[in-house]
């Protein structure tokens, strides 16, 4: 999904819905910044909007960084969770709200690449005779986090993972997503939040 092409309508995400905290509709054309102030007391409709607008330039910029595409759509994953649990944190004297994000996801997926380069020396270590325990917690460690993600992932609902799998990996619209599973639109994008929801609380962030 772009930002040239928000969704025409909001349907499903504004006010009834459980832990919104306030009612009424976000503007889709409200800047970046207010979206995420209204995310940060924990608006779900501002959210959905948000990575409505991000989530295909966030994949793309990971997707430059990471050869591998499983390993850029997990990654891209953990950057929209962080944007839901710490948008608080944005500051804007410090820059724009999509420098923010950019930022985010080309951090995530330096340590990315990192972990995998550390890891692949780990493992030549690991043919040597002694290998100190420190390594070896570190290669588990890594292992265990990555599996808790494809874990989480796997806890989701068949329409929420199919939904998150269209919008965000393969950068679909609302629109496109919906006519590809055959639901409405509506559908899709509660879906879509409640799935990325349950992920933030299966991987235990606050």
């Known amino acids: 999904m772009t930002d040239s092409q928000p969704p025409a309508s909001r349907d499903g995400l504004g006010a009834g819905q459980p832990g919104t905290g306030r009612p009424g509709q976000p503007d889709p054309g409200a800047p970046l910044a207010v979206l995420l102030g209204q995310v940060a007391r924990g608006d779900h409709a501002a959210f959905a909007v948000v990575y409505d607008q991000v989530a295909g330039q966030v994949f793309g910029l990971v997707r430059t960084v990471l050869r591998d595409p499983a390993q850029a759509e997990e990654v891209c994953q953990e950057v929209l969770l962080e944007v839901w649990r710490d948008a608080a944190r944005f500051d804007a004297s410090r820059g724009t709200a999509m420098a923010w994000l950019m930022t985010l996801a080309h951090r995530r997926a330096v340590d990315r690449v990192r972990s995998q380069q550390a890891a692949t020396a780990r493992e030549q270590r690991a043919a040597r005779p002694e290998v100190s325990y420190d390594s070896v917690a570190e290669t588990v460690e890594a292992r265990l986090d990555a599996e808790r993600v494809r874990r989480c992932l796997g806890s989701l609902t068949g329409l929420q993972r199919e939904s998150i799998t269209l919008a965000y990996y393969q950068s679909r619209t609302y629109r496109e997503v919906a006519a590809l ?26």
């Open 181 to 206: 599973l055959s639901v409405p639109v509506g559908t899709v994008k509660t879906r879509m939040r409640d799935g990325l929801i349950r992920l933030r609380d299966c991987l235990g962030v606050d």
